[in-house]
Structures are given as structure tokens and as C-alpha cells.
């Protein structure tokens, strides 16, 4: 428990939250600002500042849970498609410093929820060296 962070607090119930799943190890609950409707956060009890900060097999056991509950919140919303985020650091958006994964419902391309992949040109060279670099770690 980290005494100054929002999700602990949750956890540790000091907090109330609208909770959608819980076990031993993880809790989903409603994010208290909507994007869309069923909006929710899934998170590791355990304290983490961000996935990258978590082991594979820690993460692997997250995302079977967020697996199970993007399902759950499907079912209840019906919504046409979902988009599952996890914001790591403030310049990818992270302002909770508490490992979560956003799970939103779509149910409009004029939602309040902005994604833009902006296209480029390939660059054959420049994507061979990234993968050996990526592969060689
Ligand atoms: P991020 O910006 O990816 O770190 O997401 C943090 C999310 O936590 C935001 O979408 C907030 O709306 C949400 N949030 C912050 N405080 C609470 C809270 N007390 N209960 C539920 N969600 C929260
Ligand atoms: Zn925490």
C-alpha cells in the first residue's frame, strides 16, 4: 500500500469505488469520469506505477482478468467495438501512477474518446534495424 495513491486507497477500501470485479489479486471498478459508458479501470492490488514496472507472468494474470471483465462490461453495454488502453508515464497520459487498463466501450466515432494513428511511409530500412534491435534484447 502506497499511502498517497488514489488506487490503493481504493483497494484498501479508504475509498469508494463502483466495483465490477474483485479477487484476490485484482479489482475493476467504474472510472469515475465515464469517456464512454462502462468505462473501466482493471488493476493489480499490489502497487506497480505502470506495466513496465510489472513481471510477464504479473501483467499475463492482469490481462486475463481484463479479458474476462472487457466481456462482462460487452455483455451489459452492448456496445459496437472497444478499445483497451494502458497509459504508462505522464507523456503517454498516465495521471495515476497505480497500474490500471482502461476498458472503453465504443459506441461512436464522434465519442469523446481520441485516437488518431497518424499514417507515414513505410521505411523498409529503418523498420529492419528497429526489429533486430527490438529482437536482440
Ligand atoms: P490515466 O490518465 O490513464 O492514468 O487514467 C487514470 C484514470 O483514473 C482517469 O480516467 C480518471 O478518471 C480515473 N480516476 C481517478 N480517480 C478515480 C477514482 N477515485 N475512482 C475511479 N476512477 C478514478
Ligand atoms: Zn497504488
Redo the contacts with the bound molecule.
Keep these: 500500500m502506497v499511502s498517497d495513491c ?1 488506487f490503493c486507497k ?1 483497494v484498501a477500501g479508504d ?1 469508494p ?1 463502483s466495483k465490477v470485479y474483485e479477487d484476490e489479486h485484482f479489482l475493476a ?5 465515464q ?1 464512454t459508458a462502462g468505462h473501466t ?1 482493471v488493476i493489480p492490488k499490489k502497487h506497480a506505477r505502470n506495466l513496465l514496472e510489472m513481471t510477464p507472468n504479473e501483467t499475463g494474470e492482469l490481462f486475463e482478468v481484463v479479458s474476462q471483465v472487457a466481456k462482462n462490461v460487452g455483455n451489459a453495454t452492448q456496445p459496437k467495438g472497444m478499445n483497451v488502453i494502458s ?1 504508462m508515464e505522464e507523456i503517454a ?4 501512477f497505480h497500474t ?1 487498463v ?1 476498458i472503453l466501450p465504443r459506441y461512436s466515432q464522434e465519442d469523446d474518446l481520441k485516437i488518431d494513428f497518424t499514417a507515414h511511409e513505410p521505411d523498409f530500412d529503418q523498420l529492419a534495424r528497429l526489429a533486430e534491435l527490438i529482437a536482440a534484447q
Design positions: 488514489i481504493i475509498i469505488a471498478f467504474l472510472d469515475i469520469s469517456v479501470l497509459n497520459g498516465q495521471s495515476v490500471h482502461h
